[in-house]
């Protein structure tokens, strides 16, 4: 009985030290993106390898796993599941999994991406206003309710049709990615596409499509656009892989600010795109767009979504949301 008890306690010990070693065992990081060019620090840091270089300063070898996805719906199931260990979406997705996970997995956000407009566009000549849709018309965003395109739609429509309405035009919202939403709009599909760089710029170059408004008339000035983010548990148990993911993307931003031509070029060859070299240029160089790590006007959704019961956590600012790496910084 007694060499029962030693084995089963050696057994328990052996397996305590497993679980502990698995707990903690880093060199592992699987990144879920979208399509568009608010993801291009992404876009930098995988092409230059920023994350393996920062981890070998760091002591350790890290393995880097990409997977790409058409909305922040899809990005925020695949991190809840397990898929991926850092996500990069919407304010809109960000908040939502804040607030869903608040007590639990404790997402949060990690870095803005960058500062640039959404635009929604239309083919229907008619259409100057939100108030000149019916219920006949289409709008295409990436995830209807959840993604940033759809929040910042509910904001400028309850700014159009009053208070408590900011749902009211829902119902004729569609999901699609970006990439097949161009195509749509400019097939006559849909009539109209609330999207992002480059997909809304493609869709100025069709005379028949016009911009009905921009999400920085919607939230007065530049705002975030996509975030960063990832569970606590991953950032607890795996704290050198995520300060090498931190330092990746502070690097690969300034770097974007500083080589503004050669971030075009890594654009087109990481996501192999036709698009021509000097369209993206132009987009890059746009006064419009900055790449930075603040937060930028993220509050103006939070304080919507907690009015509307969207989220049932009202935040008192954004550092509520946000891990306290990228705190040191000016935001919103």
């Known amino acids: 009985m007694r060499l029962g008890a030693r084995l089963a306690g050696s057994l328990i010990a052996t397996a305590l030290i497993g679980i502990s070693s698995s707990a903690w065992a880093e060199g592992t990081i699987r990144i879920a993106e979208q399509y568009g060019i608010g993801y291009l620090p992404l876009h930098v840091i995988r092409d230059q390898k920023l994350i393996e270089k920062h981890g070998k300063e760091l002591g350790l070898d890290i393995q880097v796993e990409w997977a790409k996805f058409g909305g922040g719906a899809t990005v925020n199931d695949a991190l809840l599941s397990g898929s ?8 809109g997705p960000t908040l939502t999994i804040w607030d869903r996970t608040k007590g639990g997995a404790d997402v949060k956000g990690i870095a803005s991406l960058g500062s640039m407009p959404s635009y929604l566009v239309t083919n ?14 289409k709008i295409a965003l990436p995830s209807v309710g959840v993604s940033v395109q759809a929040r910042t739609l509910q904001i400028a429509v309850e700014k159009e049709f009053g208070v408590g309405n900011h749902k009211a035009l829902d119902d004729i919202q569609v999901s699609l990615a970006h990439p097949d939403a161009v195509a749509a709009l400019n097939s006559g599909a849909i009539t109209a596409h609330f999207t992002t760089p480059p997909f809304q710029y493609q869709e100025l170059q069709n005379p028949k499509n016009h911009k009905v408004l921009s999400s920085y008339d919607v939230l007065g000035g530049p705002a975030t656009t996509n975030i960063a983010y990832g569970t606590t548990k991953f950032r607890t148990e795996n704290p050198k892989t995520y300060k090498a993911f931190f330092e990746a993307l502070k690097e690969a931003t300034d770097w974007i600010n500083a080589h503004k031509e050669e971030a075009v070029d890594t654009y087109i060859r990481v996501e192999k795109s036709k698009l021509d070299r000097a369209f993206l240029l132009s987009i890059v160089t746009n006064p419009e767009i900055e790449f930075k790590i603040a937060p930028e006007r993220t509050e103006v959704y939070a304080d919507f979504l907690a009015r509307t019961g969207a989220i049932r956590n009202k935040p008192a600012s954004w550092k509520d949301y946000f891990f306290e790496d990228v705190q040191a910084v000016e935001g919103s």
Request: charged content about 40%; overall charge negative; cysteine-free.
């Open 124 to 137: 229907k000549e008619n259409v100057k206003a939100l108030k000149d849709f019916t219920k006949d018309d």
């Open 84 to 91: 991926v260990d850092i996500a990069a979406a919407g304010v």
